[in-house]
């Protein structure tokens, strides 16, 4: 058998492997982190003058699908093209694995230039020093025109050191993505049912009725082989909470709000829509990519469209449009509209360079077009914006709703406004037996609300301390 | 007398580095992510910003964390496919060790799976499972049998992660049973065959004793994989599964460090994940030096 000494050290060895997951290196001690982060401010725009002619290197990060990588490395590259005098190294990853690696390269003070990040972590990144304040680059540059920008997606990278949303600018938005919902045009054809009103939002009864009608079991298997939608919870239920009057958090961003006996109504259709109207497929069914597959096989009335899948619906055997969600008891409709900011680091040796490529990638009339034609995104500019909607030839053609919740009634999703979104996350972890029938919303609501309260005061409680 | 100790301290200086390059290595890529995150485990560290202590904090918070509890009793119980993979594979093992034709060609299949890179795996088997098109539920349905939608319930999810650690696991541990297996000497069944021993007797007698060191190997670097299992899951339940039913630890870990800016928290976590392994793989030490006998 294995000598003591032997024993020991093999023990050792499997203690050590065991605990190294956590810190991977990372000293940012808390002088240079302050330092940086005044010196972001004060840097004066002489100092990195760009006409010098030496070579200037920037790393810039991001994530995408492929259709998305191949259109920004080509922006990047006509960038490249423009500014002989900068050279631009990519690094990309896969989207579930973006935030890791980027905030393993912050752990480990190798920030890369450029970066996407997510808009709910900009307190955190602005508070420890890691973002670069673009303000005096982007409010000074004669070739930004900011009015001409989506206002939703700036204010999202603004922060006045308190609230989220106001003061300076930490990043600028690479694009808005307004979550829209799409109808199959030709499936309401074929049954004979009049189209949707694209002004005039469905109230729940009514989109009730429509479903109920698409809802079909076509081979008489007793098996549905159509139906009327298909949501899921985790990016769908906002619509149904927030047009009918209730949301997660109260304005202050201190308190859960789900008791909310509103909230709890709009939770209980939702889950309804499955266990008492029978309307979409059941969680056993379908999980999300099912009910993709579903409704790009034409096999689902209603279905959420977002600007990114555009390039993909485009090849559908059938033709599809856009019209507002369903209206709860406010009477309006509601949405979120999602966004990834581009930043860069407070450290970057160019930062002259750094908000250069960001403003080509966000604002200048160049990048966007590239982006746009390569359609993954909605454009950043809304002159750009209202002329491309105008376009009702291509698919879809009411592209003006996407403008309209952007302009409108699109909202930020809740976990955004709160130091980190663990709160919020639990409402989803622990809601399918909601959705299943199991449980009750008013139940549910009732029984969640003081865990997710608790989480919430320690992301406060985490927040104030990140200010010292 | 001089030049001798020269000689002596240039092969000694020599020595050393040679040996510095794996001492290097282990101290910066181990012993000081450790003690890092030892002290890491005492601070209320974000990740991005200063640490500061605050004491036994985490791990008082620890004690009475749901979630925590329940990424634990997942973990522990899919570790359920430890036993069963050690079974089939020393059953399997014993099939390949009769010489049934086309070993080798065995050996291989069930190999296959130990050198494929487990995220291809997962997201294959997340493909095999799925409810409407998936391989298993169309292969039940030959029996007239109606699938469950295995990653989005939570009573199935675990047994499906389990299945898939069982196939992937297998024929490494096959293989090293097989290897077992072949240096047990003939002679022994010879002596049994004998004195009358049937083919169980055997078994029990001879082959299970003597391949024991192995199974005591496998058992141990299994319930220290077991523990920090994490890759399967984060690709075929990125949210944890179905109320959290397929999240382990090293899974909570990662999203508290990453997702939630609580790296000190989640450190705490790495700690006591380190405790366990080292206070179970310790216990079936001291079993093993107790139960075990030398066959001479």
């Given amino acids: 058998m294995l000598k003591k000494k032997g024993w020991l050290t093999s023990m050792s060895l499997v203690l050590a492997a065991s605990v190294v997951l956590a810190g991977c290196g990372g000293n940012n001690n808390a002088s240079s982190n302050d330092t940086a982060a005044t010196n972001a401010g004060n840097t004066t725009k002489k ?34 093209a423009d500014h002989p005098n900068v050279k631009v190294k990519i690094i990309v990853t896969a989207a579930d694995q973006y935030a890791t690696k980027l905030k393993a390269s912050i752990t480990g003070n190798s920030v890369p230039d450029v970066f996407y990040f997510e808009s709910g972590d900009l307190k955190a990144y602005v508070n420890s020093g890691v973002l670069l304040d673009l303000t005096s680059y982007i409010e000074g540059n004669s070739n930004i025109n900011l009015d001409n920008i ?27 993505g307004p979550f829209a919902l799409g109808y199959n045009k030709t499936m309401f054809e074929a049954a004979g049912i009049p189209l949707p009103d694209k002004d005039k939002p469905y109230t729940w009864d009514e989109f009730i009725k429509v479903a109920k009608q698409l809802t079909i079991d076509k081979d008489g298997d007793g098996k549905l082989d159509q139906f009327g939608a298909g949501f899921n919870v985790n990016w769908a239920l906002q619509a149904f909470v927030w047009s009918n009057g209730a949301d997660w958090i109260d304005s202050t961003k201190t308190k859960v709000t789900i008791d909310d006996p509103k909230f709890a109504e709009a939770l209980q259709f939702f889950a309804d829509m499955q266990n008492k109207y029978g309307i979409t497929p059941s969680t056993e069914q379908a999980q999300t990519l099912d009910t993709y597959q579903r409704w790009m096989k034409g096999e689902m009335a209603f279905f959420p469209v977002g600007p990114w899948d555009m390039s993909t619906y485009e090849k559908l055997p059938f033709d599809y449009d856009l019209i507002p969600y369903p209206a709860g008891s406010t009477g309006k409709s509601a949405t979120w ?9 407070a450290k970057t040796k160019n930062p002259e360079e750094a908000v250069e490529l960001i403003n080509y990638l966000t604002a200048s009339k160049e990048g966007m077009d590239a982006l746009v034609k390569a359609k993954v995104q909605i454009p950043n500019l809304v002159d750009m914006a209202t002329e ?5 030839t291509t698919k879809p053609a009411n592209k003006e709703e996407f403008l309209q919740i952007v302009e409108d009634y699109g909202r930020v999703l809740p976990g955004h406004y709160t130091y980190n979104a663990e709160w919020y996350n639990l409402f989803f972890t622990d809601i399918q037996p909601v959705i299943d029938g199991k449980v009750t919303a008013a139940e549910y609501v009732k029984s969640e609300q003081p865990k997710m309260q608790k989480l919430l005061d320690k992301a406060i409680e985490q927040e104030a301390k990140s200010k010292k | ?52 202590f605050i004491g036994l904090s985490n791990f008082k918070d620890l004690w009475t964390d749901e979630l925590f509890h329940k990424a634990l009793f997942n973990t522990l119980f899919m570790m359920l496919g430890i036993p069963i993979g050690i079974v089939l594979a020393l059953l399997l093992a014993l099939g390949l060790n009769r010489g049934v034709p086309g070993t080798t060609a065995f050996r291989v299949i069930y190999y296959v799976p130990v050198i494929s890179s487990l995220a291809a795996v997962s997201i294959m088997w997340n493909w095999a499972y799925n409810g409407d098109y998936g391989l298993v539920n169309q292969f039940l349905d030959l029996f ?18 389990i299945i898939m650690a069982v196939w992937k696991g297998v024929g490494y541990t096959m ?13 022994y069944y010879e002596a049994a065959e004998l004195d009358g021993a049937n083919g169980f007797q055997a078994f029990w007698h001879i082959t299970w004793p003597m391949v024991r060191p192995v199974t005591f190997f496998i058992i141990v670097t299994n319930i220290i994989g077991g523990s920090q299992i994490f890759t399967e899951m984060n690709i075929m339940t990125p949210t944890g599964g179905p109320e959290y039913a397929s999240a382990s630890v090293v899974f909570y870990i990662w999203q508290k460090a990453f997702g939630n800016f609580q790296m000190g928290y989640a450190s705490a976590m ?17 079993m093993n030096e107790k139960q075990s006998f030398d066959v001479d």
Avoid: C
């Fill in chain 1, 150 to 176: 989506w206002k939703y997606g700036v204010d999202l990278y603004r922060y006045d050191g308190n609230m989220a949303g106001q003061g300076n600018i930490y990043g600028m938005p690479k694009d808005v």
């Fill in chain 1, 337 to 345: 509209t999602g966004s990834l900011g581009i930043g860069a680091s």
């Fill in chain 1, 47 to 80: 100092e990195a003058s760009s006409d010098s002619k030496e070579t200037k290197n920037l790393t810039f990060m991001f994530r995408g699908g492929t259709d998305e990588q191949k259109a920004y490395e080509g922006v990047v590259k006509q960038f490249e």
């Fill in chain 2, 1 to 52: 007398m001089i030049t001798k100790s020269n000689l002596y301290r240039k092969e000694k200086i020599y020595g050393f580095l040679f040996i510095l390059p794996p001492l290097l290595g282990l101290l910066i890529f181990t012993l000081y992510p450790m003690i890092y995150s030892i002290y890491g485990s005492f601070t209320d560290w974000d990740g991005l910003g200063q640490m500061s």
């Fill in chain 2, 175 to 187: 293989l090293l049973y097989l290897a077992a297996l072949q240096s047990v000497s003939r002679s």
């Fill in chain 1, 388 to 392: 491309w909607a105008a376009d009702t």
């Fill in chain 2, 144 to 161: 007239g049998i109606t699938g469950p939608n295995w990653m989005a319930n939570k009573f199935t999810v675990k047994p499906a992660l």
């Fill in chain 2, 270 to 286: 790495a700690v006591v994940l380190g405790v366990f392994i080292f206070v179970v793989t310790l216990i079936q030490f001291r």
